[in-house]
Every structure is written in structure tokens, then in C-alpha cells.
Nanobody, 118 residues
Framework: QVQLVESGGGLVQAGGSLRLSCAAS????????MGWYRQAPGKQRELVALVSSTSSTNYADSVKGRFTISRDNAKNTVYLQMNSLKPEDTAVYYC????????????WGQGTQVTVSS
């Protein structure tokens, strides 16, 4: 099992910034992808950003140029720097990790609330 601990959510005014962190621990052998998804009330969970083990990144169109994903492999931690936040970024943000240990397994964090006021 892999445990994910998220931090960094909160309330911020439009145009502000937040930084999310997610640390993975437990039965880690090789982490392939790390990333963030979000789910707003009444909407489906959607991809925000992913970073591969080779640091290749993928972003949702809605956050390109505003959000930056990074990872620290030594600490098994992924970060999401969110700048120029908009009210439509309000959602619960979930950390995602794909770990290879006796097979490929997907893990989710408990979620952290991000609220952007107008």
C-alpha cells in the first residue's frame, strides 16, 4: 500500500497563488506518474496536471500557463504551483500516484479544498 498526504489547500482571492504538496510513502518501488486531479461540485473529476518519472508534463488546457507541476523523486513528493487563480479553479484537488510494485497500482489522496473568491 501507498499512503498519500496532501497539504496546501485553502481560501484565496482571485489572482492569488497557492502551492499544493503531496508526499507518498509506504510500499514504493517505482513511481511512474504523479499528478493532480480536481472535482468541483456537480462535476466529474478532471485531470489538472501529470508529471512522469522522466519529468514529462501534461496539463489541462484550462490551467496551462498558470499552473506548474513538479516532483522531487528523492522525497516521493509532487507539487502543484497555482498562480493567477480564478473562481472556476475552486474544487477539491486530489493527488494521484501510479506506483509499480508487483504490478501497476493507482493511488489517490484524501483531497484538499481550494476555494478562490471573486
Amino acid at each position: 500500500q501507498v499512503q498519500l498526504v496532501e497539504s496546501g489547500g485553502g481560501l484565496v482571492q482571485a489572482g492569488g497563488s497557492l502551492r499544493l504538496s503531496c508526499a507518498a510513502s509506504g510500499s514504493i518501488f517505482r513511481i511512474n506518474f504523479m499528478g493532480w486531479y480536481r472535482q468541483a461540485p456537480g462535476k466529474q473529476r478532471e485531470l489538472v496536471a501529470l508529471v512522469s518519472s522522466t519529468s514529462s508534463t501534461n496539463y489541462a488546457d484550462s490551467v496551462k500557463g498558470r499552473f506548474t507541476i513538479s516532483r522531487d523523486n528523492a522525497k516521493n513528493t509532487v507539487y502543484l504551483q497555482m498562480n493567477s487563480l480564478k473562481p472556476e479553479d475552486t474544487a477539491v484537488y486530489y493527488c494521484y500516484v501510479q506506483n509499480y510494485y508487483l504490478g501497476t497500482n493507482n493511488y489517490w489522496g484524501q483531497g484538499t479544498q481550494v476555494t478562490v473568491s471573486s
